[in-house]
């Protein structure tokens, strides 16, 4: 399934987007697509049953807001350096275990959304990522296999990132990677039963029309199912949590002097394989 929230910000509803692209409205059935709603294997056979019977109310999507397609995400868990290629274009070391950081769920706006170049910042950088949401609590899990059982679905996920204040402002990255905007996530909550290989997706990315990422997540140095088992030796993981899981080669970080880092008035584009597309406009803060 390909479940979605739409509506203005703070306000959105729960939906559905069918086999045949047209947007359902979900509201009748459940109040928010959410981690209750993903730890509820009851509650998703009911929407896959009305999905099938066709009996969903049609939703017009002229002028309709996407907003991100979990609501009341507790944390968003992290992945740095987590393609070779990207290692290498960055002169990085390969990390023999996953770099974990953090992003506050406040970072999270809609998929076509705007986003806010900080105040002052001079390398304000872009990054497609796979997002994995959680769909069952995961602590202390022992195998690959079991992690991929604790997964609800994916999304498209860009982990903006402000490279100055991430790099040369002092302690760890955080600074550069909770500016408000910093997240945008969408459009859709792809559920896992249609990805059956999260590590054969294509990621791409453009600015302004030019093409800056084309990677896949075959190169990721620690796969989805690893990062999750991984995570969960360190801290508790509860339906709804999101973690991002890392972006290919082709950031601004990465190029030769000057770097092309983003300014108002840039227009970033994104999409990961059967995910769906991104699209924002850069504004100043």
């Not at 084309?214 to 339906?239: H, K």
Request: some cysteine; glycine content about 10%.
């Amino acid at each position: 399934m390909k479940l979605l929230r739409v509506g203005t910000a703070g306000a959105e509803r729960p939906a559905l987007l069918d086999q045949d692209g047209t947007l359902r409205d979900l509201s009748g059935l459940v109040t928010d697509i959410d981690g209750a709603l993903l730890a509820d294997e009851a509650a998703l056979d009911r929407i896959r049953t009305a999905a099938a019977s066709g009996e969903l109310p049609v939703v017009d999507p002229a002028g309709l807001r996407t907003g991100p397609p979990v609501g009341r995400i507790g944390k968003i868990v992290c992945i740095g350096l987590n393609y070779h290629d990207h290692a290498r274009e960055t002169g990085a070391d390969i990390p023999t275990e996953p770099i974990i950081f953090f992003k506050a769920p406040d970072t999270v706006v809609g998929p076509d959304d705007t986003v806010l170049v900080p105040r002052k910042s001079v390398k304000t950088d872009w990054e497609v990522e796979l997002a994995v949401v959680i769909g069952r609590t995961a602590r202390y899990l022992d195998s690959a296999e079991e992690a991929l059982t604790h997964v609800a679905g994916y999304a498209v996920s860009h982990d903006v990132s402000e490279r100055e204040f991430q790099i040369e402002r002092g302690g760890q990255w955080d600074k550069g990677k909770n500016c408000e905007t910093f997240n945008p996530l969408g459009p859709w909550l792809v559920t896992a039963d249609e990805v059956p290989d999260p590590q054969a997706l294509s990621l791409r990315l453009s600015v302004n029309g030019e093409p800056k990422q084309n990677g896949t997540t075959a190169e990721q140095i620690f796969p989805v199912a690893e990062v999750v088992r991984y995570v969960s030796q360190f801290m508790t993981l509860y339906p709804g949590d999101v973690i991002n899981t890392g972006t290919p080669a082709g950031v601004a970080l990465g190029q030769p002097e000057p770097k092309p880092y983003l300014r108002a008035g840039d227009v970033v584009e994104l999409e990961i394989e059967g995910l769906g597309r991104q699209r924002q406009e850069l504004k100043d803060a």
